[in-house]
């Protein structure tokens, strides 16, 4: 097993599509543990997990159709995503102090929060419509 300290300096990218169900976000967490302490990414799993878990729950939640837990490593960055097949942008998170004590709606806020930068875009691919929200962790 690769430590942190001996992290993969190469690219590599994974897609896992899931199907619109709540269950799917504990199997998106468990699978991305799973990605980056392969890859020697494990300083990174517990906020990683959370970032995923909000970007999945947020696709599964808000959407009708499938989704996907899109992860990428690039130059010393971990590029999270959820893809799902809404195109419409998701709403601005309001202010991480304001959305503490709520139950529900603080999923953007904390990516807000936990992320080094956090944005979505538009895809539109054969015939397929959407759109992917990310956030990025740098590895240092």
Do not use: F
């Not at 490593?73 to 503490?100: F, H």
Request: aromatic letters at 6%; hydrophobic letters at 45%; proline letters at 6%.
């Amino acid at each position: 097993m690769l430590t942190d300290s001996h992290a993969s300096t190469e690219s590599w990218e994974y897609c896992l599509y899931i199907p619109n169900d709540l269950r799917a976000v504990t199997v998106s967490r468990r699978t991305l543990r799973l990605i980056l302490t392969l890859h020697g990414l494990i300083r990174l799993v517990d906020v990683a997990e959370l970032l995923a878990a909000e970007l999945i729950s947020n696709a599964v939640q808000h959407t009708k159709g499938p989704a996907a837990l899109r992860v990428r490593w690039a130059a010393g960055k971990l590029r999270i995503g959820a893809w799902d097949a809404d195109p419409a942008p998701p709403e601005s998170p309001a202010p991480l102090e304001q959305v503490a004590e709520w139950e529900d709606g603080r999923g953007l806020a904390l990516v807000e929060a936990c992320a080094d930068v956090w944005g979505w875009q538009p895809l539109s691919r054969e015939g397929n419509r959407g759109k992917v929200v990310w956030c990025e962790l740098a590895a240092a």
